[in-house]
């Protein structure tokens, strides 16, 4: 027994007793400090706090939401359609073929000192005295509706068709993986011409009076094209993120506790990939436009007298010398869209990318 001269209680290191005491209120120091602290955000809201502050990523998207609006709303009001050619007084206006942007034809010019409100041709017009820019806003709609669209599918099968294939692993992802060499193999434009024969000659007559009609054989074999043949790189992709994800402790805490494994991939694996999924959309979306354009040009896009950017440009090549301006306005456009998806793709992965964060 050890001698204490103030016969007080020793305390023991090991107690678990707390002195309240020691417990004084904070300063107000102390208050700001904890008042200044950033708030709680998701991987998402940080992303976007980050790409907004991105001036290239930024700029891209006001560029697609003012070309959105346009192609949408301005049709609308607008006194031509893209098949309809210059009338005045009721008849065909033959004078108004290859008017430059903001020209009248003859006719149109005696319509307006007659009195008569007519609009400008703020294009021009086609050798089919049909005004340029309505059909240039309805090509850029169908282009840009392509690219949309044929990204859509490409995502939805390359996502389903990688989550498979890396999650389970294995002899699955071996003959999953062989299967997408084989399919990486096959020319992407003879199958295109292939295909808009065949289906000339099945649905040539069965398509007459209904919707798929404006759109044409050749269109329709273009989004069998991007769903049989396009879709690998996105697998590819979803894939390589599942194998290097799937072996983290909350999967194996999911599996544990008997979770199935669409839920495990649904819920668990597919949100940590969202921000990968993200930026190759972004970038897919102009390169299925470019497809578009490119098949268009060579004939192989939407079916006359509907529009592409691709048809139009082609349209535009006999006559470089003459009108130039109507390769242009085409061409400016297609520019414009790639360009800006491309930035956004750019913005999105320097954003989400947990790789290229500081």
């Known amino acids: 027994m050890t001698y204490n001269p103030d016969n007080t209680p020793k305390k023991n290191p090991l ?27 998701t991987f998402f809201r940080d992303g976007m706090r980050k790409l907004r502050k991105n001036p290239l990523a930024v700029m891209s998207i006001i560029v697609l939401l003012c070309l959105v609006l346009t192609i949408v709303v301005v049709p609308m009001f607008y006194p031509y359609s893209y098949e309809q ?6 008849k065909r206006d033959k004078t108004a073929k290859n008017l430059a942007p903001f020209e009248y034809s003859k006719n149109e010019q005696k319509a307006i000192e007659e009195g008569q409100n007519i609009f400008p041709h703020i294009f021009g017009t086609d050798e089919l005295c049909r005004d340029y ?21 490409v995502l939805v099968i390359g996502l389903l068709y990688g989550s498979i294939s890396g999650y389970f692993g294995g002899k699955v992802d071996m003959v999953m993986m062989r299967i997408v060499d084989i399919i990486y193999s096959l020319p992407d ?53 599942i194998l290097s994800i799937k072996t983290n402790e909350y999967v194996l805490a999911a599996r544990a506790m008997g979770a199935k494994s669409g839920r495990i991939i649904r819920r ?20 299925a436009i470019f497809t578009e354009s490119f098949l268009s040009f060579i004939g192989l896009g939407v079916q006359a007298p509907m529009p592409s950017l691709g048809s139009l440009a082609n349209a535009a090549r006999g006559g470089m010398q003459s009108y130039p301006y109507k390769m242009v306005f085409p ?6 869209i790639v360009l800006s998806f491309n930035l956004l793709g750019d913005g999105l992965r320097d954003a989400f990318d947990p790789k290229l964060r500081r």
């Open 331 to 336: 061409a400016v456009i297609i520019c414009l």
């Open 133 to 153: 820019f309505i059909r240039v806003l309805y090509g850029a709609r169908v282009s840009l509706a392509v690219g949309l669209f044929a990204s859509l599918i």
């Open 15 to 41: 107690s678990l007793q707390i002195d309240v005491r020691k417990f004084e209120k904070a300063s107000e120091e102390e208050k700001a400090q904890h008042e200044t602290m950033r708030e709680s955000t």
């Open 189 to 241: 434009t003879l199958m295109v011409i292939l295909l808009s024969v065949v289906l000339t000659q099945v649905l040539g007559t069965s398509l007459q009076g209904t919707a798929l009609a404006k759109v044409g054989t050749n269109m329709i074999s273009l989004f069998v094209v991007f769903g049989v043949l396009y879709w690998v790189g996105m697998a590819r992709l979803v894939r390589g993120q």
């Open 268 to 287: 668990h694996i597919l949100p940590n990939c969202m921000s990968v999924i993200f930026i190759s959309v972004a970038l897919q979306i102009p390169s």
């Open 85 to 90: 050619m210059i009338t005045v007084n009721g």
